[in-house]
């Protein structure tokens, strides 16, 4: 698609994204800002992402429960500095049928306040702690930036958990918990990110945030999600407090975390290319399709052939069987290969001629033949492999987008050139806001649990650096 | 629980239901009217079940899909009867942040206007029907009766199949599909439920609706769902027009199903007894706990053995240990037989000395020991036994609980006995009505592909009877 209309992903990016998503993923023509359409392939890929998330929430130790979607006026109120960061940028429903409500109440931003009146209720003492809760839903903000859909929506699909503990070293341990979650999540998905340490931006009411950052084509970086320590600033407001085991009495140390849509969004962004999507084998909601190679004469009998291969392989695989017959194979190979499918079967009169099929793997179109009894170890074995190379070649990628700049000049040329510059810092944050107003880019953080070794010098000002620093665009 | 306050299920069905759903499934604490917070056993309980509901779903072609919580007021006005059925029962967002928005939305009290809005872009001509597509998600309804959790909250957690056809069969053989996805549902929750063909009251923009119903034990009915024949009434509305294969264009025909949070209702409803929850063992978030029989001395060698037998069984069945110290196992059993966890598994000394576990079953209390070399077989045969178990027993009581009136002393007599009134009907709309007001009870409507063979005169006026019909309390 892509191709015919002269649009390769590096030479418009944006473009190519959009047009990408929209003719596979979403549809963004529904009549309402910044809510789109998840289509079947769009909404199942979120859903495998997120079946891959909340097992591994389960795995360690979080619940999944539901609360309110309507969040009460007062409520909203409580933690004052939540309020001031969400206040201005809710829905508010105001109206139940012909009446006006006596309280209007937002669509929740966040469910920090769903769920910590709740938790006030819920936990009394040390023995009921830790408490580890998570949900999927949907988060609502009126943003007033321009939106973008998968990126900056209004609308918002995602999983948030939330963590209460006894003290704050639990709360600081878990907040590791969160970020290797999200690592084995994003190493499934195949996507490189770099955690950073927000310095300044952080969600509203929390102490410290660490987020996922990957770089884009465009060399823009996504934010993919955020894990915050909150301290005890949400239940110090909504009065979290639990006997503690020396008979005393102490508010809960908090701690959440949550991911979004731009999930798919990153997953097309960096595997992408100019035929279309590239999705990884464990999240594809096709994994295998099927097409069969057909002449009038053998049609019938290739069909046949087709049915059966589908038979075999659906046990262990997402497959699909392309039977449509008013369309060329050409038309098929281009259409799903716009799909991002990992691997296409091609079955005519020669792979029954010779009791086989052929497979081409999306990533690199490399075709094999495969003898019929092999082809479930084989295709298994290619899963695998396809894997890998996205993996590997998204990190090769990734690793060429981050530029270490040493002086201001070095930075330059890395955002000129669609790069996030990696620098050093000295760890003032003064010198952090004169080298972003300088460059007109965001001074992102520092990275996450990687101090600076050695005698390096700042970027910004030449004094001793601590940290890495990251300036780049961001989306 | 429900034992100790004397509150058995039978004396005061409402009472019990209350409150063993808040001490297990839900919280109805939540401070907005309608909206209840769903603990992680209630959630996960839901989960399971649509878990098997979109298998099934998948398996019969329907894809899943997502569309916007926020409909403009001009899509909600496009199909009238739709319109008359829900503009005064929904919630209105009027602001996004400070601002008044040029026009307001309604939370969706179901999906049908936004799916159809985008259908009309998707469908262009025969070659793209049929479609079907669903979605889990929440819908909002301003209630204005007297709300009740899990019955009739004004968030709804549920999910919504939509079909789109090239002819009006291909539709009615589609409302047969939807009504057996729906009993092999009910069958795998082990809810008996009869399908009913509704006289009045059919969904908003609907044909004819049939309606699964199961009778509680007060003798009044819950309607379990809806699948709706919707014709052409909305496609004409929203203009979903198709090129068909004789190049002439049409309006496709449609259909669309859904089910809700009730499910769990009904679970808790059907299966419960005076000790709490009785879950059917395919959709119980907790299959296996296991309770260690401790004294001091030996504790630490029961506990290994407890976490040996834990490790073990995890790999085929959702299993917990419980751990906690400061609880006396007879207290442990109070609570999982509340929280209606299938089997018990119980370790103490003379399990370890006799290599084996002590499992007893929440449905009829019956244990037995197991050696340590049978029990992943034995556990899954016993899972199975459950399973029938509950699912006899459910039908037989819900057999019972399903009079045949041969005339109106009768039907009056089952509806004071808290039973459900099976009438025989000449199919005449105001010989039903005349029924229903002399009772003070609904006519609910008529049994779904069951006529009445043989010369039966109807209940209400004696006339030869054509259909089975339903009277009695609804929820």
Redesign the interface.
């Known amino acids: 698609m892509v191709e015919r209309k002269g649009l390769p992903k590096k030479e418009n990016f944006s473009e190519w994204f959009h047009e990408l998503i929209n003719r596979t993923l979403i549809?963004q023509?529904?009549?309402?800002q910044g809510?789109?359409?998840?289509?079947?392939l769009?909404?199942?890929l979120f859903?495998n992402c997120l079946k891959i998330l909340e097992d591994l929430l389960a795995e360690t130790g979080h619940?999944?429960?539901?609360?309110?979607?309507?969040i009460?006026e007062r409520?909203l109120s409580k933690e004052k500095d939540h309020i001031a960061g969400f206040h201005?940028?809710?829905?508010?429903?105001?109206?139940?049928?012909?009446k006006e409500m006596e309280e209007?109440?937002a669509?929740r931003p966040t469910s920090e306040t769903?769920m910590y009146?709740?938790l006030s209720?819920?936990i009394d003492s040390w023995?009921d702690l830790p408490v580890k809760?998570h949900?999927s839903c949907?988060v609502?903000r009126?943003e007033?930036k321009h939106t973008r859909p998968l990126i900056r929506d209004?609308?918002i699909?995602w999983n948030e958990a939330h963590t209460s503990h006894a003290t704050a070293e639990e709360a600081r341990e878990q907040i590791k918990v969160g970020v290797k979650i999200y690592s084995e999540l994003f190493r499934r998905l195949c996507i490189p990110v770099i955690f950073i340490n927000v310095v300044e931006g952080v969600f509203a009411g929390a102490e410290a945030a660490i987020e996922p950052y990957t770089v884009f084509p465009d060399g823009r970086v996504l934010e993919m999600g955020s894990v915050n320590n909150l301290g005890q600033k949400f239940s110090k407001a909504f009065d979290i407090k639990f006997k503690t085991k020396d008979g005393g009495e102490d508010y809960v140390y908090q701690t959440c975390y949550g991911v979004s849509e731009r999930l798919i969004a990153a997953i097309t962004a960096v595997h992408g290319d100019d035929k279309g999507l590239i999705l990884p084998p464990e999240v594809a909601p096709i994994q295998l399709v099927i097409v069969p190679i057909i002449y009038e004469e053998i049609e019938e009998k290739v069909m046949e052939e087709c049915k059966k291969v589908k038979e075999e392989l659906k046990k262990e695989f997402r497959i699909e069987l392309d039977d449509?017959t008013?369309i060329t194979p050409g038309v098929k190979f281009y259409d799903w290969e716009m799909k991002g499918v990992p691997i296409r079967i091609e079955v005519g009169e020669k792979e029954i001629d010779e009791n086989g099929i052929t497979i081409v793997r999306r990533d690199n179109g490399e075709r094999e033949f495969v003898k019929r009894e092999n082809v479930i170890e084989r295709i298994r074995e290619l899963l695998e492999e396809i894997t890998e190379n996205m993996r590997k070649r998204a990190e090769e990628y990734h690793a060429k987008k981050i530029k270490i700049a040493r002086n201001m000049d070095e930075v330059k040329e890395a955002i000129e050139n669609k790069l996030l510059a990696k620098v050093f810092w000295c760890g003032e944050i003064e010198c952090a806001s004169k080298m972003e107003k300088s460059m007109n880019a965001p001074f992102i953080g520092t990275e996450y649990e990687k101090g600076v070794e050695g005698d390096e010098k700042c970027t910004g000002c030449g004094k001793p650096a601590k940290f890495y620093g990251f300036i780049g665009k961001t989306y």
Not at 29 to 32: K, M
Not at 35 to 40: D, H, T
Not at 63 to 70: A, I, N, V
């Open positions: 549809d023509r529904y009549p309402l809510f789109i359409v998840y289509r079947p769009g909404y199942q859903d619940k999944k429960c539901y609360f309110p979607l309507l009460p409520l201005d940028s809710v829905f508010w429903v105001t109206h139940g049928g012909l209007k109440a669509l769903a009146t709740m209720l819920w023995r809760i949900q949907n609502y009126y007033t209004r609308e699909l449509r008013e």
